[in-house]
């Protein structure tokens, strides 16, 4: 017996939060969340046509335990960190950064004519890997492989597969999927995530119905959970659809988080807080860049 299609059973509209030194977004999920969406902690979706809404940036800040996804859609992100790495984050690109132990870095969006807009993404590291060594995915748009179907579906894909496509972002323990999935209007699409794996879809525009018990449309700026089952089946709308689907395997460990570092137990976060006025909280001092 296939497992049922799943079905929508959580949405989130999005909460208009400050973040950084100023920063207006919509987080769509965070700690309140957990752990309806483990291994994924957050959700971030920032971008205005207004620079004042971004330009102060995230300035130099901690990371532990977690990776940071950052996915642009429009315009550009320079981002530097204390262990030398610098660059710029481009319309199309990705940056999937592991953490690790510890690294300090800023990201910082540049004024932009017209709309300047992404994501970001927090994936729970495992207990055993929350001390890794610090490592940066640097992924151009060009390197992000694009399918397009007969139906005239375009489906990038960052991590996982789609029709036996692999995206670049691979090796990771909570094997990850995550596409950029553009329908047609009334286009269909469907992707079978892995048995028991934590499966939610951002409307970045357009709205789609997906199948299952819960008809409704989800609309722009919508982040819909899904329940278990097998297949995500999605329909867009007359107006077409554009939406991130992502899905990882839930690490069930608990979650002990302070800001920006994300262990396992309130002593460990303790500890950071203490490397990080002590001035020890960079535990490797070169990260490992893959290319
Ligand atoms: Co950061």
Do not use: C
Request: glycine share 10%; hydrophobic share 35%; no cysteine.
């Amino acid at each position: 017996m296939p497992d049922p299609v799943r079905s929508v059973v959580r949405r989130f509209p999005g909460l208009p939060t400050l973040e950084g030194a100023g920063v207006r977004l919509r987080r769509s999920f965070s700690n309140n969340e957990v752990p309806l969406f483990d291994p994924f902690l957050l959700l971030d979706r920032f971008g205005s046509s207004n620079p004042e809404d971004y330009l102060a940036g995230f300035p130099w800040h901690p990371h532990r335990g977690i990776e940071t996804v950052t996915y642009m859609l429009d315009g550009q992100v320079e981002h530097g960190d204390t262990l030398g790495n610098s660059g710029v984050i481009a319309a199309g690109d990705i940056q999937w950064m592991n953490s690790g132990s510890g690294i300090i870095h800023q990201e910082m969006p540049k004024r932009t004519e017209g709309t300047l807009s992404g994501f970001q993404l927090w994936v729970n590291l495992p207990a055993a890997q929350k001390m890794s060594t610090p490592a940066y995915r640097g992924l151009s748009s060009t390197e992000i492989p694009e399918v397009t179907t007969d139906e005239g579906n375009r489906v990038k894909v960052v991590a996982g597969s789609f029709d036996r496509v692999e995206g670049p972002v691979r090796g990771l323990s909570v094997d990850p999927t995550y596409l950029d999935v553009r329908l047609p209007p009334h286009g269909r699409f469907e992707l079978d995530p892995p048995h028991g794996f934590t499966v939610f879809a951002h409307e970045v525009d357009g709205s789609a119905t997906f199948d299952g018990s819960d008809p409704r449309p989800v609309e722009a700026g919508e982040t819909a959970l899904f329940g278990a089952g097998g297949a995500v089946r999605a329909r867009a709308a007359d107006t077409g659809a554009r939406f991130l689907l992502v899905s990882g395997r839930p690490l069930r460990e608990p979650v002990a988080w302070y800001g920006p570092i994300v262990m396992n137990r309130q002593d460990e976060l303790a500890q950071a807080v203490r490397e990080l006025r002590n001035g020890d909280f960079i535990k490797h001092r070169r990260p490992i860049v893959e290319e």
